[in-house]
């Protein structure tokens, strides 16, 4: 992406052979989106925007926006596999960052699913995969 940031993939060169176009001498420091210019170590955070966009590998530095599912739905079996769940919601929210957990025998498993979206609300079948007779927990981050 050109932002003077690389991926971390290195190659040899012969001594004083020019430096391959897209590639530096040193390794300045790891870019964590190489797609994206404006994400780099050198970019200044975005607060409430749900990106790592310094690359620190912390989201709005620690600052993120929360919610919660609602409290009617908290520690309830769901009537159906496809039955929506609400969460609190505020005004001037842009989207909702759900990030869901597997638990089994009380403790979190394997990695955490996201699902986005600008509605207050989603359904299990909104993941990649889901199991029935479950138990999961939720998260949820706001972006502005």
Known sequence: DFDGYTSGAST??????AIPAGYVATLTAIDCNDAVAAINPGHAEVLYNGVDDNCDGN???GF???SNVINAQCGITL???NSVIQVTTFPNITMYR???YKIVGGVPTGAPQYVERPQGYFSFTNMASYDYASTYSIQVE???
Do not use: K, S, W
């Not at 040899?12 to 052979?17: K, P, S, W």
């Open 12 to 17: 040899v060169t012969c001594y004083g052979a």
């Open 59 to 61: 989201l709005d530095e």
């Open 64 to 66: 993120q926006l929360l």
């Open 79 to 81: 009537a159906a596999i």
């Open 98 to 100: 759900y990030r869901v």
């Open 142 to 144: 706001l972006q502005r």
